[in-house]
């Protein structure tokens, strides 16, 4: 088996996906969280200048973005989607998921303490509409498939960006969740994935 | 074969990397470029209230997003990547893509008509770095695979992708390319694609 050395920041954020299906599969990999300080000097080795990055081989191969290595992961573990139709449901949620990422960014960003903008405004003008637009549509994408997973009966790497995520939200504004009480027990399901529970109780705790 | 109507705007944008793929493939299909003043009805019909849609099997199966639908079609004719590798970097393609899509949005916009901003100042601010910081990126993915194609060397749905919106930005500011040149020699490239040629002959011309 090949070397991974999977380089992230010391939170789950986009990264997390990768690092569960890591653990789903159980496969081996160096699971490299990269403290601020540490950062200036390794962003030189990152050929986007970004983490997440995959370093196979030795660093022969380097691999950016982090719903490609999500997926790259899941491929091998089989939790990329098993037809070519699940494979397209399983992409058509990971974009869904960096649409509502990126819209609500500040105002996450804000309440995590990496942004400093005013987080009242940024709640109503951001995070109340997007919500009720994002959890409504994911609800739907849920009801698809009878309320188990986002795009498949069965679990993928889009839904440990939800649940990542979701769980994230509801750490600093759970209020959003009223109407959408589905949405926190997709969240519960995702965490009740019997590969991944010696993960989840050891894993670091961070709001993000 | 299923029968496949896919709807978008009349524009190339981010709609035209499927188009390209169903025309490479040669797979039939209904090329429906919605016209603005229908698009508020047409609306409700669109799972995610957004275009590109791919309907399949006369809308029993609606697939939104445009990386999944171009990666859908792109798997059946060979343009997704040949090994896990190779769509691991078809993937990490454009999701790069769409992280410089969103960076010069409302410049790209504004040039376009499609947004009414001080395009002075998100040339300088916007323009001038992103390119800069997303042009010499490409062209390291491009050395690559050794100044062919962006994510191996045989064409892939994620040169569509980059080949369509780096032609319409060369279109309104071609200065951003001084020092890049070899970007539009690949766009050159991508448009010689023996398959593409009828259709890039017949399609509609626009600036985006």
């Known amino acids: ?86 494979m397209a449901r399983v992409e058509e949620a990971i974009a869904t998921y960096k649409d509502l990422y990126t819209k609500m960014a500040d105002y996450c960003y804000t309440m995590t303490g990496f942004k400093d903008m005013d987080k009242d405004e940024l709640y109503e003008k951001q995070a109340k509409p997007v919500s009720a637009q994002y959890f409504t549509l994911l609800s739907k994408m849920l009801k698809k498939h009878h309320n188990t997973f986002v795009a498949s009966q069965k679990p993928t790497v889009a839904d440990f960006f939800f649940a990542e995520y979701l769980s994230s939200v509801n750490g600093f504004a759970p209020e959003l969740f009223k109407g959408h009480e589905g949405l926190l027990d997709y969240v519960k399901r995702v965490h009740s994935i019997p590969q991944l529970q010696d993960y989840l109780k050891k894993r670091p705790k961070t709001a993000w």
């Open 1 to 86: 088996m090949p070397d991974y050395k999977f380089y992230y920041f010391e939170v789950r954020g986009v990264g997390e996906p990768a690092r569960m299906a890591f653990h789903y599969g159980g496969i081996p990999f160096e699971d490299i969280r990269v403290p601020q300080q540490e950062w200036p000097d390794l962003k030189k080795k990152m050929p986007q200048g970004t983490v997440p990055c995959l370093f196979i081989d030795n660093g022969k191969i380097k691999l950016s973005q982090s719903s490609a290595i999500a997926l790259y992961i899941g491929r091998k573990v089989g939790l990329a989607g098993r037809t070519e139709l699940e």
